[in-house]
């Protein structure tokens, strides 16, 4: 109810409830801003092909492919077959 002066009264749940709805809604939106920045830096260095993605833990390799022990795949390198060329 009213003051008889005709001031609101505070109620001090409401404030509350809107000071933690304020900090989930700018938490969840700081969350998503930097997702967009971290995704769009990645595809920076993609489209670089910056070769220390493959050691970075910030990016996850979704895709596993067999190769031999010690080797690892770059993007747009081409494989090429290598003949001997040695004469016996």
């Known amino acids: 109810m009213g003051c008889p002066s005709g001031e609101v009264e505070l109620d ?6 809107w ?3 304020t900090i989930v809604i700018l938490g969840v939106g700081t969350y998503i801003v930097f997702e967009i920045l971290k995704r769009w830096r ?3 260095r993609l489209s670089a092909l910056d ?6 833990e910030v ?7 067999d190769a031999p022990q010690g080797s690892s795949f770059v993007a747009g390198a ?7 060329r040695r004469d016996y």
Not at 51 to 56: A, G, I, K
Not at 60 to 65: D, F, L
Request: glycine letters at 6%; one cysteine or more.
């Open 59 to 65: 990016v996850t390799v979704e895709i596993v492919t």
């Open 12 to 17: 001090y749940a409401i404030i509350a409830a």
């Open 42 to 44: 990645v595809g920076l």
């Open 78 to 84: 081409v494989a090429e077959f290598v003949e001997d």
């Open 51 to 56: 070769e220390s993605l493959l050691n970075d």
């Open 19 to 21: 000071g933690c709805n």
